[in-house]
């Protein structure tokens, strides 16, 4: 927290890894809570490599340090000296106990890291997040994630403000004491590394079930929330029961412990936090009702309540060794996640939506200066690796080696990944190798995605030979070079395919040189090793069209030259859903170019034509049709120029969907939208979410052609909407139409949620997204305004955020304004909260490819960014990274 950085910033190497010199094995700790100090006295049960010569220190910031002893004896000034974020100590042997005690100062703590308040004084609770480095922040620690020690926490406060008192670990006891105070234990019997460490107390509301895990362990499932929040809580709680029954079923992973607690806050730096037995959660990804959540937001819900329920296994009982190692519970958790959102919804459209997010999210980051491997070499400050590609690139990693062992295969390295670490603190070598070992193969090729930076090409072409009845389809690949790894190796890389016949049937396959066993199937993987390779298939009797990396089998850019005729094949025929979407996908961004370039229309007639059938024959599923009908964005579209105008963007991507409406006719639009009757009671079922989705997308298109009309329709809906996706759809139509109706709905929706936060956040996001030329002013309102506040992260997110990220042309404005305007507000951000201000400024990211007037005047407002004093070590490393050429 708050470390100004003056000094040049010290960068952690993967390279220079040691295994700690001293270890905890046991600790206790005890806690005075109070909003504005709280006294935490620390017991540690120290044990000492012999091996290793090194004196004791134990990371530490911003404590206030009230006493100290070495096996009961208080240590004199000249034996401990505490500098730097480091309390190094003298005379410690192995099995010695350490006893500090320290004063930290929740209520001053605006980083929301470490122990702070959440809420206002008078009605907040305390709580705690703890990684990565945060337990530092609480007491005197080896806080590293290979340092696990069992816990027993005390912890005692004032009853009547602190009714509830929490801890991760089974309860062990609680009770009175004198001046209306009370206590409660916990003692958690797994060794855990410091990062989970949690506690929360405060005046919360329970919601409790009751679980039996299939061998019979009975646990108390307890979600707490405030008093006005706790009736939003139901949802979360069937998802967390299906994630265990899930985990349970798909891994043979139970539960262990007697309780598990989940926590919302509203004040949360991320989206949620796996504490052992003591899951916290950012409220947004918690709390839902039909009446202010949309379906995307339950379904989110869905899929992070079971992401930190399913890190009990992926990063708990199995943790890493070092936090270069973050995939390992990221990536892998990630992709437990997207298996079980893929099991509880549709897994076509789970697919999509993920792969969706890969492109947006985690492409750009690795075309741009802040591009890392999935494992980072080195970094200066680790809570600046929590990204797109530790994250979503980490799950596709494991992905590709999941498709390569198969079903069971997989389902056996896990087996022994899980048994082979469990209780340790594991690295990426550790994971594949216990994959490869339970499989009887050499996994460790893969090892080379995650040290590599970078999206891969992958360049197909085919030739199809009629006197030899062959196709022959070559596959290179290439990677372009990233901030300080110029040169690239070939990556093993999964292509999953299947071969179409003009008639959009598939064709058995005959790979040359292959054994008759593995031949005849419809639809395979092989695999590109190297810098290019030629897989010839035989008896075809016609030219195919290759349909390539099916399911996104690989996380790469795939070039290949296809027809427009071919894609808008593979978009009608296709009967995977995926790739159906994805053929319109890369219709759609040859269409692009056509507008963009005006020379001929072949792709955009194809897409417009293809997708207008598809519309009225009404054989696709709604949800999916609704997907089909939406163009790559505008930051996937941006990313395929040399050059960028986002405002040239937004225009030719409107265009773009002005022509498909335009083909599918204004009447057929109308008469969709009106068919899609909305119930008076709000059902979630996929069919209900399906229909909305629809709707939102034929309004959209809708308006396009005739703003007027689609304006009324959206304000009748917007007033007559039973549930925020379709209250919420209508106000996005109204808001981007720029239209008169925007006013007044902005009004009511403003009067009806002013209680509800999460709400509120929708409404500053909706404005966030207002056309360019009036959006940069906007906000400059929007901050002003009484709800607005700078210290909380959800609040700045849903206006900042939402504003340059989701809104390119209305952020990159031509005269630098919006730059400014970022950059000025991140100044003052970043003294409240580093982490969040930090991951702000990444909004930046690609300015160097812009247009040269967008570019100077981006260049300008980093650099004066860049020059403040006093910057966070945060904030320093992505503004200096972002300079970086
Ligand atoms: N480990 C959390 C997850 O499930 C991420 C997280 C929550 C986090 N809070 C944080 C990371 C604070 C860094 C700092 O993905
Ligand atoms: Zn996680």
């Known amino acids: 927290m708050n470390t100004r950085n003056d000094a040049a910033p010290v960068l952690i190497r993967l390279s220079d890894y040691r295994a700690p010199a001293w270890r905890v094995s046991q600790v206790n700790l005890s806690f005075d809570l109070g909003i504005d100090d709280t006294v935490v006295s620390s ?12 004196p004791l220190r134990l990371d530490g910031e911003g404590l206030e340090l009230l006493s100290i002893a070495l096996d009961g004896q208080a240590l004199p000034e000249g034996q401990w000296r505490y500098e730097n974020g480091v309390l190094e100590v003298e005379g410690a042997r192995d099995g010695s106990l350490l006893e500090t005690r320290v004063r930290v100062r929740p209520a001053a703590n605006t ?25 530092r ?57 410091s990062y989970l460490f949690a506690l929360v107390a405060g005046r919360l509301q329970q919601i409790a079930r009751d679980y039996v895990t299939a061998r019979g362990r009975a646990v108390k499932l307890v979600i707490w929330a405030e008093p006005d929040a706790i009736g939003r809580c139901d949802y979360a709680m069937d998802a967390l029961e299906r994630s265990m029954r899930w985990d349970e079923q798909s891994y043979g992973r139970e539960y262990d412990l007697d309780v598990f607690h ?63 190692q973050l995939s390992l519970k990221e990536g892998l958790t990630v992709f437990r996640e997207q298996q079980f959102s893929a099991d509880m919804n549709s897994a076509p459209l789970k697919r999509i939506e993920d792969v969706a997010l890969l492109r947006r999210a985690q492409f750009p980051e690795d075309a741009g200066p802040l591009a890392h491997p999935v494992r980072p070499a080195q970094y200066s400050e680790i809570n600046n690796f929590y990204t797109a590609t530790v994250y979503e690139k980490g799950s596709e990693l494991v992905r590709m080696v999941a498709g390569s062992l198969g079903r069971d295969g997989f389902r056996r390295g896990m087996d022994l990944y899980f048994s082979r670490h469990d209780g340790h603190a594991a690295t990426l070598e550790d994971f594949l190798r216990a994959l490869g070992d339970a499989n009887g193969v050499d996994l460790m090729p893969y090892l080379a995605w995650y040290a590599q930076a970078g999206t891969p090409r992958l360049h197909a072409r085919g030739h199809y030979d009629a006197t030899q009845r062959t196709y022959a389809l070559t596959l290179s690949q290439h990677t372009p070079p990233t901030p300080n790894q110029p040169h690239k190796q070939a990556l093993p890389i999964p292509v999953k395919l299947a071969l179409f016949r003009r008639d959009g049937r598939m064709i058995p396959l005959h790979l040359a040189g292959e054994p008759a066993a593995t ?11 190297r810098a290019e390779q030629t897989f010839v298939f035989q008896q075809v009797d016609a030219a195919p069209v290759p349909s390539l990396l099916r399911g996104f089998s690989a996380p790469v850019i795939l070039e290949c030259d296809y027809a427009p005729a071919d894609l808008a094949l593979l978009l009608r025929h296709d009967a995977d859903g995926f790739n159906r979407w994805e053929a319109g996908q890369q219709l759609a961004a040859r269409a692009f170019d056509n507008l963009r370039d005006g020379n001929d229309t072949a792709a955009l007639d194809a897409w417009c034509e293809a997708l207008s059938a598809l519309f009225a024959e009404g054989s696709v599923d709604a949800a999916l049709l609704a997907d089909l009908l939406t163009p790559p964005g505008e930051i996937e579209l941006a990313e395929r120029e040399r050059v960028v105008n986002p405002s040239h963007v937004h225009a030719l991507r409107q265009q773009l969907q002005e022509s498909l409406a335009l083909r599918i006719g204004r009447e057929a639009l109308h008469a969709r939208h009106q068919a899609l009757a909305t119930p008076a009671v709000v059902a979630l079922d996929a069919a209900s979410q399906a229909q909305r989705r629809l709707k939102r997308r034929v309004l959209e298109l809708f308006a396009l052609l005739d703003p007027w009309a689609a304006h009324a329709l959206g304000t009748q809906q917007y007033d007559s909407a039973p549930s925020m996706t379709d209250r919420l759809a209508a106000l996005v139509v109204l808001a981007r139409g720029n239209a ?22 929708k409404w500053f996001s909706i404005q966030a997204q207002l056309p360019a030329e009036v959006v940069v002013e906007r906000v400059r309102e929007l901050e002003a305004d009484a709800a607005f506040t700078l210290k909380n992260p959800n609040r700045v997110n849903a206006l900042f955020g939402a504003w340059a990220r989701n809104n390119p042309d209305g952020f990159h404005r031509p005269d630098g304004s919006g730059y400014r305007l970022l950059a000025e507000r991140l100044v003052q951000l970043d003294a409240l909260n580093p982490q969040v201000a930090a991951r702000l400024a990444t909004a930046f990211n690609g300015w160097q490819r812009l247009e040269p007037t967008r570019r100077a005047a981006a260049r300008t407002a980093i650099g004066t960014l860049a020059a403040q004093p006093g910057l ?3 904030l320093t490393e992505i503004v200096q990274g972002m300079l970086h050429d």
Not at 43 to 54: G, I, P, S, W
Not at 111 to 134: D, I, M, N, V, W
Not at 524 to 529: A, F, G, S, Y
């Open 872 to 874: 966070s070590r945060n």
């Open 111 to 135: 980083a929301l890291e470490g122990l702070y308040l959440s809420g206002t004084r008078e009605g907040g609770f305390l709580l705690t997040q703890c990684e990565a480095e945060g337990f």
């Open 137 to 193: 922040h609480i007491t005197f620690f080896p806080d590293r994630p290979d340092v696990l020690a069992s816990y027993t926490v005390t912890l005692r406060a004032d009853r009547a403000r602190f009714p509830v008192l929490l801890a991760g670990g089974n309860p062990d006891g609680h009770g009175e004491l004198e001046d209306g105070r009370h206590w409660a234990r916990f003692v958690d019997p797994h060794p855990k590394p």
């Open 43 to 54: 017991r540690l049960h120290l044990q000492r490599d012999a091996t290793l010569q090194e």
């Open 519 to 529: 031949s005849g199937g419809v639809e395979r993987v092989v695999v590109l090793d």
């Open 740 to 761: 008169p109706q925007t006013r007044a709905a902005l009004l009511h929706f403003r009067e009806r949620y002013a209680d509800n936060p999460l709400a509120m956040d």
């Open 262 to 324: 989940v926590v919302a806050t509203h004040d949360f730096n991320m989206g949620a936090m796996e504490n052992k037995g003591l899951n916290i959660f950012n409220a947004k990804y918690l709390l839902a009702d039909p009446d202010s959540s949309t379906d995307d937001e339950y379904r989110a819900v869905e899929a992070v309540v079971a992401h930190e329920y399913f890190h009990n296994w992926s990063g708990n009982r199995v943790t890493c060794r070092d936090w270069f």
